[in-house]
């Protein structure tokens, strides 16, 4: 995708280097792209945009919390092009400065959804304070840096690699089905070949009886698999949803005919992007 | 509904009195209840499993933001159900001590979220300074106990009314379209005789094309109008979801034979419960 660009390809993430998205940015990018760092998503968002990165790598969904409420928003509001998907499982470890031992810590930083995520751990170690810092990959780089107040942060194991954190334990988090979903995004639309076996797409049906059932039967009616559905209200449209499918197929392809058709069935329809999954490394 | 029982209804949301929850329970069950206020949404439902409260009042989705996750999964893992509906406008005040100005206000007190929807009135004052606290009508009731460093703070008309503030600037909110849907929760089906004109529902589909059509399919076939329709991931399934629907009609009336069908082709289904809606006063 970049060979015939002499600069490397610029991703951006919100968050910090060692965060889940740099990790979600490495599996879709490899290790060549240089890293753009934002705090907001919409500073995210923006860089994009604007130009100032290539890419930005966005969390759309997770196993446990649901939807990242607001992205699939903001595609459609800037008009990017989904260009490639990754799951990312979200594995937690306790990291802390060469030298320190677990029966030494006795405060643990990490965002408050990490810190949440392993309730068991903190029941196991009471002696352990759980303390919420703005970012994991930040409490990380906070600790290693020094002089934060904690004696352990709990991160990915990349903030580990990155920072130089020793792992005191691995996999503490409650639940081990925990996987995050992300895009990677762009101005323009994916200019990779076929195959680009998933599609996302984001329509108004009429409010009429039936009519999600009509534009689903589009899909239904040739065998087309709908992988996820989810509702958004409309901002300024009260009680008024958008929906955004994600199907198998491509609109070159299998998709040709019921996009058509689905087109004509609604009062608003995009087209998100066709993208290839990247599997998560090892 | 309570004329029969002795005792007030109690009646429990998430926040402080003067909460747009609490104006929510206001509209469903009027003046003669007794609040109990909760810390957290798991508070909240604890309070009416352990019988503590009668009813919970339990914002459901807002305009603006979309579904208030979690909650319908705590509905239905709680076996708890719904007895009725209440949409709440978020107006938003400016609220002070009586005798201060507006142009004496240097800072002005809310939660991030009332904050960041009151962006053109802090443009408009660049001399107030926002100062995010954990919760709207606490911001209120921290005003006026006193010494709180801050000489405003931004609420509903409810908080003022209740903590005796006074309304320097009404309704500041960026967007006038943000309404928030409650839904009142008890531990017994709703024992009120009909018209209860709508029901939620949630289901699981089985894994294969056209699943979720066929589901939808049995309101279509009958003219039923779906009102609204959500998905949420299960937890410990990845990438499965359960869906929550509103249908108009009750399963003793309209939608018997529907629901009948919709069991027959669904691996999990569960009535949440069938109710009227409550209007805003005024």
Redesign the interface.
């Known amino acids: 995708m970049t060979s015939h660009n002499p600069l490397p390809l610029s991703v951006a993430i919100q968050g910090e280097a060692g965060a889940f998205s740099h990790q979600a940015a490495k599996q879709m990018f490899g290790d060549g792209h240089e890293l753009v760092v934002t705090r907001t998503f919409d500073d995210l968002f923006e860089a994009v945009v604007s130009g100032r990165a290539h890419r930005a790598v966005v969390p759309v969904?997770?196993?446990?919390?649901?939807?990242v409420?607001?992205n699939l928003d903001r595609i459609l509001r800037h008009s990017l092009h989904v260009g490639a998907e990754t799951r990312v499982r979200i594995r937690l470890s306790v990291l802390a400065s060469p030298g320190q031992t677990l029966s030494g810590v006795r405060a643990a930083a990490s965002h408050p959804v990490a810190l949440q995520q392993c309730q068991q751990f903190f029941r196991d170690h009471p002696e352990i304070e759980p303390v919420a810092v703005y970012d994991t990959a930040g409490s990380v780089r906070g600790l290693m840096a020094g002089g934060s107040g904690y004696q352990a942060a709990i991160g990915s194991s990349l903030a580990a690699e990155l920072y130089g954190a020793e792992t005191l334990a691995e996999e503490i988090e409650d639940?081990p089905?925990n996987?995050t979903r992300f895009f990677a995004l762009a101005r323009d639309p994916n200019p990779t070949s076929p195959p680009r076996p998933k599609t996302s797409l984001a329509f108004v049906v009429p409010h009429e009886?039936?009519s999600?059932?009509?534009a689903?039967?589009i899909?239904?009616?040739r065998?087309?698999?709908?992988?996820?559905?989810?509702?958004?209200?409309i901002?300024?449209?009260?009680?008024e949803?958008r929906?955004f499918i994600d199907v198998r197929g491509t609109p070159e392809g299998t998709l040709r005919e019921s996009m058509r058709e689905l087109e004509t069935l609604t009062r608003e329809f995009h087209v998100l992007g066709s993208y290839s999954e990247f599997l998560e490394a090892g």
Chains 1, 2 share one sequence.
Do not use: C, M, V
Not at 61 to 67: I, R, V, W
Not at 223 to 233: A, C, H, M, N, V
Not at 235 to 239: A, D, F, V
């Open positions: 969904e997770n196993t446990l919390a649901g939807s409420q607001g639940d089905e996987y009886p039936g999600l059932h009509r689903l039967g899909f239904a009616e065998g087309i698999d709908l992988t996820k559905l989810e509702s958004r209200p901002p300024g449209r009260p009680w949803y929906f």
